[in-house]
């Protein structure tokens, strides 16, 4: 086991998502909920790599510092190396004994960042779990589909394109299998 400062880090939790699962419902409990939880069962939410898109606590600049999208626009993004430093120190000084890391981008992570995400939590834990909820896939598109159709202006008068869209663009979550082999 890894031990830090004398405490011995049993494992990781790791909650990836899916979107529209209640993930940022779940993040925000965990969030508000941080000092209880280390408190009560030694597990630690941890500030590190938390990007607070608004209300959502999540540990998007983890994922970042993996893989970052063109479709991510932050400048300074934490590398590998700062993020893990920064995990040890924190569990070190809150005396954790599980991390619980989540972040919706995880579900992105494909082939070789996959990898790379797994690698770099083993150098900080022993132990990784993996947290995936999943819905049923037709709310699921409906769900989808209703956040782009607010979000994509140009949507807004063109049923057609904004189905096309988002069958285009989330086809490939919507076979469970394919998507959890990973």
């Known amino acids: 086991m890894k031990s830090y400062g004398g405490f011995n ?3 990781c939790v790791l909650h990836i998502g899916l979107s529209k ?5 779940i993040q925000n409990f ?5 000092a209880k939880l280390l408190e009560s069962y030694r597990i630690l939410y941890p500030e590190t790599g938390i990007f607070s898109g608004g209300e959502i ?3 998007y600049f983890i994922v970042w510092s993996i893989f970052k999208s ?3 626009e932050i400048k300074k993004i934490p590398s590998k190396s700062e993020i893990k430093k920064s995990l040890i120190s924190e569990l070190k000084n809150k005396e954790a004994l599980s991390l ?3 972040c919706e981008s995880f579900m992105h992570l ?3 960042y996959l990898i790379q995400l797994k690698n770099f939590l083993y150098e900080i834990v022993d132990n990784l779990s993996i947290i995936v909820y999943l819905r049923r896939q037709d709310l699921w598109c409906e769900s989808s589909y209703l956040q782009v159709a607010k979000v994509k202006h140009g949507f807004k008068n063109s049923f057609n394109v904004s189905v096309r869209y988002t069958l285009e663009n989330l086809e490939w979550l919507l076979n469970y299998y394919r998507f959890l082999k990973n």
């Open 9 to 11: 880090l049993m494992k």
């Open 21 to 25: 699962t209640g993930t940022s419902a």
């Open 30 to 34: 965990l969030w508000n909920n941080r």
């Open 57 to 59: 606590f999540a540990h």
């Open 70 to 72: 063109k479709d991510v």
């Open 100 to 102: 619980l890391i989540s």
């Open 110 to 112: 494909q082939n070789e």
